[in-house]
């Protein structure tokens, strides 16, 4: 089983749609949980980064971490063409030597 | 704030020629740094990290080798290039100390094709 699994798309949906992005994870240990966003020949920005249950919100961004479930999300809100990105997931883990997991990502399209 | 640079945004070298890639971040003492290469559909693959000056380790067995000759100076070589060797290559640093429970901040990358 592989340590985070991510469905890589294409996911296609109209401007204004709530996006909804998840990754699932095989272990407990994993504690700390990111999402980047990464533009066509750019490298991943961090959008959001947190480590507790439950959700974080910023602006129209919110991730959401559900540990008993090992799944965590990440909503858009009102989508933007401009959102048209690759999103990658990435977890940490516990008393782990520096090591952080990276989803393969999801190809989001924003149809204007 | 904190700022990473990585050169030059694409580079195209022959077979069996050698490699030099660059990364420089500015705006911190002793980041944890990071070499990744990324394919398409493969996720990123971590190729090399250093905790400090002259301390790399290495990921994966392959043709590249990594070197920290200053704090916040990071390099990536090639003796000979391969075929294989093409990819998007990204830099990345985390702040000093454990590295698994802090984000990475990355470069804008290096595509690099082998003829």
């Known amino acids: 089983q592989k340590e985070v699994e991510q469905d890589p798309g294409p996911l296609s949906v109209p401007e204004g749609a709530i996006v909804s992005l998840n990754c699932t994870y095989s272990n407990s240990a994993f504690q700390y949980f990111m999402w980047y966003r990464q533009y066509s020949r750019k490298g991943p920005e961090l959008l959001m980064y947190t480590y507790s249950s439950g959700n974080k919100e910023d602006g129209r961004f919110t991730a959401q971490v559900d540990k008993s479930s090992k799944y965590i999300s990440l909503f858009i809100r009102d989508s933007q063409p401009s959102d048209s990105a690759t999103y990658l997931c990435a977890i940490g883990r516990v008393n782990r030597d520096d090591k952080i997991i990276f989803g393969k990502g999801t190809r989001l399209h924003i149809l204007p | 704030s904190q700022t990473i640079h990585q050169w030059p945004a694409t580079l195209v070298q022959p077979v069996g020629s050698p490699l030099s890639l660059e990364c420089t971040v500015e705006g911190t003492s002793n980041p944890n740094l990071y070499w990744y290469r990324q394919a398409a559909g493969r996720g990123l693959q971590l190729l090399f990290y250093?905790?400090?000056?002259?301390?790399i380790s290495s990921e994966v067995p392959q043709n590249l080798s990594a070197s920290r000759p200053q704090d916040r100076q990071f390099i990536l070589s090639s003796k000979k290039l391969l075929l294989s060797d093409s990819g998007f290559y990204l830099c990345?640093?985390?702040?000093?100390?454990?590295?698994?429970?802090?984000?990475?901040?990355f470069g804008d990358g290096t595509r690099l094709s082998i003829l």
């Open positions: 250093s905790v400090g000056i002259g301390q």
């Open positions: 990345a640093w985390s702040p000093a100390g454990t590295a698994y429970n802090q984000p990475q901040h």
